[in-house]
Each structure stands twice: as structure tokens, then as C-alpha cells.
Nanobody, 125 residues
């Protein structure tokens, strides 16, 4: 059974940092593609970053480029989203997901079939 579990969300002040984790089970991370999405209240779900099984398939959204980085630990079957210089507009529920087949950029949530429950990130004073 495929399962994704996110953790690491918290309340942080503007300019702060957080590292989100997405631990997967039921399949090998080394052979897989995993993406990070976020959804703020009243807004559509937005693709933030994606990391494929090869080093070349790594993308980060323009809105977070230079501040966020995606990485993996295949031994721990975990994918990370390092978030630096956080802004209030980064406040959202962050979720990880795997695509059902071919994915495109920008990420389209409908192309992803297995989702975690999400972890809340709030950037505020």
C-alpha cells in the first residue's frame, strides 16, 4: 500500500526557515518521482517542487526559487523541502504526492494520485 506522510510544518516568523519531510512507504523512493504542493485558504493547489529518480529531473516554482530546495534520502525513503527566507505568502498546507504517470511542468495536481495528509506552514509575526 502506497503511503506518504508529511511532517515538519510549524509557525515561523518571516525570514525564518523550516524543513519539511515526506516519508514514503509501499514503493522505492529511488525509483520514483515525488512532488511538493501547497494550498493556501481560498486558493488553488500550487505545485512547488518536484524531484525525479535522476538528478536532472528537478524543478522548483518561480515563486520559491532561490529560497526553497528539494532533496531526497533514498535510505530513509524520505524527500525533503528546505524552505528559507519564508514569507507570509508561503503560508499554506504543504503536501507531497506521486504522479500516476507522465508529469508536466508546471505541476498539475490532477496528474498525481497518491497524496499525504499535509503539514501546515504558517509564516507570521
Amino acid at each position: 500500500q502506497v503511503q506518504l506522510v508529511e511532517s515538519g510544518g510549524d509557525l515561523v516568523q518571516p525570514g525564518g526557515s523550516l524543513r519539511l519531510s515526506c516519508t514514503i512507504s509501499g514503493f522505492r523512493l529511488a525509483d520514483s518521482v515525488v512532488g511538493w504542493f501547497r494550498q493556501a485558504p481560498g486558493k488553488e493547489r500550487e505545485g512547488v517542487a518536484i524531484l525525479g529518480s535522476s538528478s536532472g529531473s528537478r524543478r522548483v516554482a518561480d515563486s520559491v526559487r532561490g529560497r526553497f530546495a528539494i532533496s531526497r534520502d533514498n535510505v530513509k525513503n524520505t524527500i525533503y523541502l528546505q524552505m528559507n527566507r519564508l514569507r507570509p505568502e508561503d503560508t499554506a498546507l504543504y503536501s507531497c504526492a506521486t504522479p500516476t504517470g507522465t508529469w508536466t511542468w508546471p505541476l498539475i495536481p490532477a496528474h498525481f494520485g497518491a497524496w499525504g495528509q499535509g503539514t501546515q506552514v504558517t509564516v507570521s509575526t
